[in-house]
């Protein structure tokens, strides 16, 4: 058990070097640049440095901190590089970066970015924790249109944050629940329709739909069909609800449905599922009652 902890908990111990690492890739900068960015807002040693008359805090804005800093590093280099010369190039450049970038990482980006942090983080948990049923009704019924544009994956940064401030993101196992009440509008759909086409593709979808993979279902089923998709966001309230009440968590992401469950914090692993249940049977509730018609299927 301690072996497999500690190969689950490496990615996240460290998770400030990928993640600049990754940022200073994606807008054209030298990767490992973007590493020393996440290595230095991380470092122990930060503790030692006193700017602005306190104690800097390792780690202070979180990974909104490294990826602005990251984000910094590629665009300083590259206006560094454009002035020396090329014979020098691998020595100087990098080298005038990292000073420039490090010196106002600490005293601008950690100040600004642990506000942001901050202000996200806690402002979150406070809706959660305040809202309780209607903030998570709201939060998981709302989720799937924004599935649909693909806008679910801005948020990435800020469930990796709540990770690494209090150890899981409450606001994952909500917005989980979106996927689930679509399942469940799923299957109220392939009970209620003849139209083999729509079954087939239902029936081909539905596993990585349990899975917390939605797209199949959100694009071959309940989008086309219109109604179903609105019903399968109320499914998802109700689930997202109960998760909210029930203060579940999760200490990873990049799944959800019942992959989701080796994840959850706290032994909370019941509540989580029984969260999926509610929106499975309410997701089914109203699309069976209200959401489908056998017209629906014309054209499918």
Not at 117 to 129: E, P, V
Not at 244 to 261: D, F, K, P, Y
Request: glycine share 16%; charged share 10%.
């Amino acid at each position: 058990m301690q072996i497999l902890l500690l190969i689950g908990s490496g990615i996240f111990t460290y998770l400030a070097i990928l993640v600049g690492w990754n940022t200073a890739k994606e807008f054209g900068g030298t990767p490992v640049l973007g590493a020393i960015a996440g290595m230095f807002l991380f470092n122990p040693m930060l503790e030692q440095i006193t700017i602005y008359g306190d104690a800097l805090i390792p780690g202070r804005g979180g990974l909104f901190g490294v990826i602005f800093a990251a984000w910094l590093m590629a665009f300083v280099e590259k206006y560094v590089r454009k002035g020396i010369p090329a014979s020098v190039d691998i020595i100087f450049t990098p080298l005038i970066t990292v000073l420039l970038v490090g010196i106002v990482s600490l005293y601008a980006v950690m100040p600004v970015a642990g506000l942001v942090s901050d202000g996200i983080t806690n402002g979150l948990t406070a809706l959660i924790d305040v809202g309780g049923v209607v903030a998570g009704a709201v939060l998981s019924g709302f989720f799937l249109p924004l599935v649909m544009v693909g806008l679910h994956h801005g948020l990435t940064p800020i469930h990796a944050e709540l990770i690494n401030a209090y150890g899981g993101t409450a606001l994952l196992t909500i917005l989980a629940m979106a996927g689930a009440g679509q399942v469940g509008a799923a299957i109220a759909i392939y009970v209620k329709t003849k139209n083999k086409r729509l079954k087939n593709i239902i029936k081909g979808s539905l596993p990585v739909g349990f899975l917390g993979i939605g797209e199949p279902l959100l694009y071959g089923v309940t989008l086309p069909l219109g109604r179903p998709f609105i019903t399968a966001c109320i499914g998802a309230a109700f689930g997202g609800a109960f998760q909210a009440v029930m203060h579940t968590a999760a200490a990873g992401i990049g799944v959800s449905g019942l992959s989701l469950i080796p994840l959850i914090t706290d032994g909370k692993y019941f509540s989580y599922f029984v969260g999926l249940v509610i929106s499975y049977v309410f997701g089914f509730l109203f699309t069976y009652l209200f959401g489908f018609k056998e017209e629906m299927a014309d054209g499918i």
